[in-house]
C-alpha cells in the first residue's frame, strides 16, 4: 500500500466495484492517481488496455511496456539516464513527438535498497505561480518554435502549448536532448527553480503504482541503490473518460 502523502486523494482502489472508472475519473479531474495491486507487466498491461490504446515506445517491448532499471553500467547516449541508478529530472515522455500519448502508467515490480522516490510536478501549479511572478515568462516559454525536443532531428515546439479548447499542455525535458531559443533559454533557471517548488515526492513499494496526465504532469524519480525495477506504459485513453490533453490555467478556472 502507499504511504500517506500530499496527494494520498488521490489514491484509487481498483479491485473494488468501477475502480478503473474512478481512476478515469480522478485522471479526468486531477490529472494524477496512484493505484496499488498491480504487480508486472501482465498487470500493467491489463490495466493499460482498460483505459485506452498502449502506444509503443522507442525502448518498449512488443507488448508496449517499458522495463525501467539500471543496467549496471553508465550509459552515455543521450536520452537513457532512465536505465541507470541517478536522478531523473521531471519531464514528460515523447517530448519530441507532436502529439504525445496523453497517460503513463507506472508500476513497482522491485523496489530498491534506498532512495529511488517518485518525483511529480502539476505543470499547472507551475503555470499559475509563472504567471503570477514573471508573466513574461510565460510568453517566452508558450512562443511557438521557441524549443527543439529530441536532438537536431526533434520536434520544435513550446513548453507550454496553449490549443483552441482552452486547455494548455506541457511539454517538457531538461537533458541534452533539449534547446532553446534565447528568449525562451533565459527563464530555464526560473523554470527550474518554480518546478522544484512544486514537487511532490513519495516512495513506491512493489505492486505500486501511478497514473499522470502527461500533457499536465512531469514526472521523475531520486537516485537509488539497489536493483530498483519499474514498468511503464504509455497510452491513449478512451475518449468516453473525457481526459483532456493538457490543464485549464487556474487564472481562468478561478472566474
Keep these: 500500500m502507499l504511504a500517506a502523502t500530499p496527494l494520498s486523494d488521490r489514491h484509487v482502489e481498483l479491485r473494488a466495484a468501477g475502480g478503473v472508472g474512478e481512476l478515469a475519473a480522478v485522471l479526468a479531474m486531477h490529472g494524477f492517481a496512484t493505484f496499488d495491486g498491480v504487480p508486472g507487466e501482465d498487470a500493467l498491461l491489463q490495466l493499460a488496455g482498460r483505459l485506452g490504446q498502449v502506444v509503443r515506445h522507442r525502448d518498449s517491448g512488443s507488448s508496449g511496456v517499458t522495463v525501467i532499471a539500471d543496467r549496471g553500467q553508465p550509459t552515455g547516449r543521450p536520452g537513457h539516464a532512465g536505465f541507470t541508478a541517478q536522478a531523473l529530472i521531471p ?33 499547472q501549479a507551475v503555470y499559475a505561480e509563472l504567471a503570477a511572478a514573471a508573466p513574461d515568462a510565460l510568453v517566452d516559454l508558450s512562443a511557438p518554435r521557441s524549443a527543439l525536443f529530441g536532438g537536431s532531428s526533434g520536434l520544435l515546439a513550446a513548453v507550454f ?95
Design 161 to 255: 502549448e496553449p490549443s483552441a479548447d482552452g486547455f494548455v499542455g506541457v511539454r517538457l525535458r531538461l537533458d541534452e536532448l533539449a534547446r532553446f531559443a534565447p528568449q525562451a533559454q533565459r527563464w530555464i533557471p526560473l523554470l527550474r527553480r518554480t518546478i522544484d517548488h512544486c514537487a511532490v515526492s513519495f516512495p513506491l513499494p512493489a505492486g505500486a503504482g501511478y497514473v499522470v496526465n502527461n500533457r499536465r504532469f512531469l514526472h521523475g524519480r531520486r537516485a537509488f541503490a539497489g536493483h530498483r525495477m519499474v514498468c511503464r506504459a504509455l497510452v491513449r485513453p478512451r475518449p468516453a473518460w473525457r481526459i483532456p490533453a493538457g490543464f485549464v490555467p487556474l487564472r481562468e478556472a478561478a472566474r
Design 91 to 123: 519531464h514528460t515522455d515523447c517530448s519530441d513527438q507532436q502529439h504525445p500519448a496523453e497517460l503513463v502508467i507506472m508500476t513497482c515490480v522491485r523496489a530498491g535498497q534506498q532512495g529511488g522516490e517518485c518525483v511529480i510536478v502539476d505543470g
